[in-house]
């Protein structure tokens, strides 16, 4: 058993690790305070091919594996929550997709402009009756002519307004199938972004869709696998959102050390008292489990192998694991911790998604307690 990442994996770490440093991480304050779309950044990352990093080279993508993305996604994060989900909602629910189910024309079409970062895409599934629960699905899509007819709404899309390209879960009679509406097709309508506790630059929609018409030829994958297909996407999609977490507890965790290196109380740094201590190593100890977890369950993707429950244990634990370092950065900065003047109150507000996107803490039990039987 070897615990060394490849060197190819540990090239793209730091690769992805310095422009982050340079371009994601100054511009993090910035987006969250005027809730701003770093576009400037996505550009940056798409001339280097990060938009498209698992998608095959064919399409005009990197051709990496599971876990270089959640490598990626885990540095990125750790210098912008906003542009890290932005990445991983368009990486992981658009692009994942297109590479799993679509057909030759479809990924010439839209996977190749998507990898070259020239358009965002995103998936929408949840609707105002309908969130875990993908049965409660009431948008449809009916079959009329030489295409489909698309009639409902939509909620909490990430990269809605943003994305020229989203993968709608309709109903479609009695089962569920995919459907690729491009945003500008007319009857398709955006609210503006919602008002959110954090990630302010990653910008999610509700959407209403009235007498939306697309070609026949755009559903995605097998009419009826709808539901099939989607919890394949959201195996995935889960390791993207562990890996995020990862990286906002890591940027916690960095930020709460070195201001207990430079503050003084009672005549000692604040490191070295022991409470102070104690708080900072159990942080350490519980960024490195959760890390193997999230890179046990890319490593069994990339297999080949089955990995819903490691997938679901990842997310559960590296996303509540976020949660609790932040809250405890917080802790070790006292009042200064509770300001904007530090990231550690951003990274709290943008961590506390993570435990709700791609399914809840509660689902996730409920998937591991069903795969345990």
């Known amino acids: 058993m070897n615990f060394d990442l490849p060197e190819e994996h540990r090239m793209l770490q730091e690769t992805v690790r310095e422009f982050a440093a340079k371009e994601v991480t100054p511009r993090a304050r910035h987006v969250d305070e005027m ?15 990060l938009l498209g990093l698992n998608v095959p080279e064919r399409y005009g993508g990197m051709g990496a594996d599971a876990l270089a993305a959640a490598l990626m996604l885990e540095e990125i994060g750790k210098g912008c929550g906003s542009t890290g989900l932005i990445v991983a909602a368009h990486l992981g629910l658009a692009c994942g997709p297109l590479v799993f189910f679509g057909s030759e024309t479809q990924k010439q079409r ?18 105002p009756g309908a969130g875990c629960d993908l049965r409660g699905t009431r948008t449809t899509a009916v079959r009329e002519g030489d295409g489909w007819v698309i009639n409902g709404s939509k909620m909490w899309l990430t990269n809605g307004a943003e994305a020229g390209l989203a993968i709608l879960l309709c109903r479609t009679g009695d089962k569920f199938s995919h459907l690729l509406v491009p945003t500008d097709t007319p009857g398709v309508q955006f609210g503006p972004p919602e008002k959110k506790m954090g990630l302010h630059g990653s910008h999610t929609y509700a959407v209403s869709l009235e ?19 989607t919890l394949q996407v959201l195996d995935g999609g889960r390791i993207g959102i562990a890996a995020l977490s990862l990286g906002l507890a890591e940027a916690a965790f960095d930020a709460a050390r070195a ?8 005549g000692q740094p604040l490191i070295e008292h022991q409470a102070i201590a104690f708080m900072l190593a159990d942080m350490t100890a519980e960024i ?9 369950a890319a490593t069994l993707r990339d297999q080949g192998r089955p990995y819903t429950l490691e997938s679901s244990i990842a997310k559960l634990v ?13 802790q070790v900065l006292g009042g200064y911790g509770y300001s904007a003047e530090y990231p550690v109150e951003r990274i709290y507000r943008d961590a506390r998604l993570m435990t709700i996107g791609e399914g809840t803490s509660e689902m996730q039990r409920m ?5 345990m039987m």
């Open 367 to 371: 998937i591991i307690a069903r795969q």
């Open 259 to 266: 201001y207990a290196k430079t503050r003084h109380t009672f």
């Open 35 to 49: 809730e701003e779309f770093p576009w400037e950044t996505l550009r940056a990352m798409g001339k280097l091919g």
């Open 211 to 229: 007498e939306v018409h697309v070609p026949a030829e755009n559903l995605l994958g097998t009419e009826g696998r709808g539901l099939a297909q």
């Open 318 to 330: 590296a996303s509540e694991m976020a949660e609790r370092v932040a809250r405890d950065a917080i």
């Open 288 to 296: 490195e489990a959760a890390r193997w977890l999230v890179y046990r």
């Open 110 to 127: 839209w996977l190749k402009p998507m990898a070259t970062g020239k358009m965002l895409g995103c998936l929408g599934l949840t609707e």
